[in-house]
């Protein structure tokens, strides 16, 4: 079989595209990326925009990358077996984003039941201790000057809660909707979703601004600062994501494309957005509640 052609036979079709050139361009976009980032950290002037440039190969790389899958798709070139690998390939991408995540509450566990109390012990077991009153009680402050508002579970977290759970249940109903083969539902409710990852987006840019200007609650404010922003930030950055992955798949439903029988595209996007809510609500029960 030729590359880029069908072979007839379905009981042992797979689709193999033609050789191509976006990963190598991508990685390249990776390596300006985080070597302007280096560049920044270390003060070069240029480091900005070799990030920029990183940047922009990366999203010329996503459109390009993408419209082409989305042409093959379209044109009928996947099929039984295409469709199990991307089912594979997704389920293995949310398998890597849970070790990351739990990578970081696992870190978060760490400093706040081992090490932070550990350190607070120090001047009764050895007679010395990290600063002056330093106790080691969560949420630890810092040095003496670095005092922060721990952040509430109340006011806008309980509110952005209320809006991811939402949003599970719209993409569900559009997800419905595509099934009964209910084109209006199925936009309605992916929009809803996607409106409602925005208005999240939204409260959490207005809570770190918050946080920052009347808390005192910052990035260097101690053990509670990092583990909150590091937590919160990345997962502020999935939803981002998520949100924009329903977006295009909105407008690929409104041009037509996916139908009740052929729809991973759909699919995979809406397991990620539930992965997405399922690890706000541990993260709100361990970062803003307890």
Known sequence: MKTGQIQSDSRVHYFVPDPSLYPVILSGGMLLLALGFIQILNAFPLGKWVMLGGFVIIVYVLFGWFGRVISESQSGAYRDWEDLSFRYGMIWFIAT?????????????????????????????????????????????????????????WGIPAINTALLLSSGATVTWAHWGLLRNNRIQLVLGLGATVVLGILFLGFQAYEYHHAYTELGLTMGAGAYGATFFMLTGFHGFHVLVGMLMLLFITLRLMKGHFTPERHFGFEGAAWYWHFVDVVWLGLYVVVYWL
């Open 97 to 153: 984003e849970v070790m990351f995540f739990a990578a970081f509450f696992g870190a978060l566990f760490y400093m706040r039941i081992i090490s932070v109390p550990v350190l607070g012990g120090m001047e009764s077991a050895h007679g010395t201790t990290l600063w002056p009153g330093f106790t080691g009680d969560w949420p630890t402050s810092g040095p003496k000057g670095a005092e922060f508002t721990p952040m509430g579970a």
